[in-house]
Structures are given as C-alpha cells and as structure tokens.
C-alpha cells in the first residue's frame, strides 16, 4: 500500500516531489520512502534522485497494479476495486467475493487469467502484459428479463472509453463483440444470478477482455485470422491502467443511467451495430442464414429468413458471412 501511495505522488506531481514532504504527506518515515522507491524501480518504473531536489518518475512501464489504479481512481472509488496478478477468472473470483456481500459497482481487474471464460463455454485468451480482464458487479432493481439489454449497454460503454482512450472507433457486433477492421479485440460475458424465492436479481456481474497491447504475431494460431488488439489496429501502445479506468467509469455512469437512459445506449448502440444489412448465419447448429435487418427498441435482432418470414433474436450467437463477390465474366 505504501508503495501504491508513493506512486500515485510520483505519477501525478510535475517535477521533482522531495522525500520530505512524500514523507510528510504520507506519515511516513523518509526510511519508508526510499523503500517504497526501491520496490518501484525494480518493478520497472525509472524514477531520479537528486540530494537536493528529491524523486522525479522519469518513465513508467505499462503496468495494471492497484498503485497505478488508484493514481487514476482516487482512493475512495478503489475501495471497492481489487487487482491481480493472475487469477483463474475474474467473474469466477467477482462472484466468490460478493458471495457475502455483493457491493454494487464492485470491480476485480487482473493481468492475466488461466480460465477466462467466453460466451457459449469458449474459453477467452487472456495472456499476461497485454489485456485488461475487468468484471464489474451490478444490482440492478428491474427485473431479470428486462435487464438483458445491460449486456448491450456494456458494449457501448466499453466502446466510449476505447474512444476516449484510443482514438479509433469501435464497431459492435451484435449482441457484445467490439470489433475493429473486422475483426474482434473484446467481448463481454454477462452472468446473472437470481434469487430463487423472489425472483429477484441477487447480482449481475459483467466481464470484460479487452485485447490492448498484443502483436497480432502473438495470437494463437486458431484465434489469428479472427482476433485482432489495439495496438495491432493503431500501431500504437496504450497505458492499460489508464484505459480500464476509463471503462471503470463508464460503467459507473452505465449503472446511474440505468433503465432510464434507453434512448441514449441505444442510438449509440444503432449507430455502432456493424451487423444489420449482412447475411448472417445462425450459430445454433442449424446451418441457417438470414438477413439482418434491424436493431429493436429492446436490443434484439430482426432478421429475414430467404423464404420471407422474419424473427426476433434476443440472444444467441451469429456470425457475419463475407459479402460475395461478384462472378468474374470473361
Ligand atoms: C466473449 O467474447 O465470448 C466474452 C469474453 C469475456 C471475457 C471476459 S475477461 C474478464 C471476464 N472474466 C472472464 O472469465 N471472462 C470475462
């Protein structure tokens, strides 16, 4: 915790802070300073000393510890935020912490995971050093069948904070793939758990992986002609600290906004679909395509089977088919 204080001082003063006032700030002695900027610089962060002026935080490694979370955060959101080095899932590891008290708005984030997991029982790649893997809990009042669309306002809001963040504009492919160029840089899996007496939502938490600084050469081969990351998309690296905060607040902002702010999620939601006006094929086995049509006032899909008649999904998986080429004559 001393170390997480002491960077969040380095990170966010200009200039050099001296020992003395970090140690007056704090309540700490100058001992415990100066080892707090040990255990820092051996975890990467280049920060200068000088006798006279004090410490100066020359450069910083992309790191997604609770030190940089909290510089950005503040200390009283954190409170219910929990970081990880590795953790199996974070929805897995969300929902064991909440057991007992299930906090509204409560995060986990972790580096890496080892069983994260996809819709449908996929498994989600989760590597370390390069992706956010962040599950936020939410409980809302509405009841369960209304609050599906929640998934769909989650698209949305992960997409504002890429926006915000990155620059480049994500599409979404429905119901909760962000995609850029075609091809997919994050998911969402929503898990809902109910109470059996009531009926009632006990907790619904939202699991996010976003792939943010991954070399498109590291994916593994089943995943590279399908799976693509920020940096692959924009060339550029990002600070995955400063980018889970902004998807921290987004759904902080989402849970406020939530039933009442519809309208906008869903013009924004209408405005990034990259699915409607495609033939899509049904992912449930059976083979079918259809044309998809539109994107209903509850977030379902409508979409036009060849024999004319039409449906209205409200969950499901389907994948986007390539527009065909047009036969080449003579
Ligand atoms: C999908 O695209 O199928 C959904 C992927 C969701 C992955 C995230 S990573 C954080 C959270 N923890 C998990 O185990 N899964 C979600």
Redesign the pocket.
Known sequence: MTRDLVLSILKTRKGYVSGELISKELGLTRAAVSLAVKALRKDGYVILSSTKKGYLMKSAPDRLTSGELLTILGPERMRTVSVFDTVH????VLSELAYDDPKDGQVVIADA?T??????G?S?Y?PEECGI???CLFRPETPPSSSIPITAWTAVAVSRAVETVCGVQPGIKWV??LILSGK?F????TEMSIEGESGRIRQIIT???INVNNSPSSFPDELKNTATSLFAETGSTFSRAELACAVIRELDLLRKAWPDGQTEYLREYRARNITTNHTILLMDGSGRTASAESIGDDFSLKIRYPDGSAEKLTSGEISIRPVEEPERTG
Do not use: A, E, P, V
């Open positions: 899932s974070t929805n897995r995971q069983g994260g997991r996809g819709r449908y996929r989600f989760s893997y962040l599950s909760n793939d997919k994050g998911g969402i899996l699991g996010i992986g």
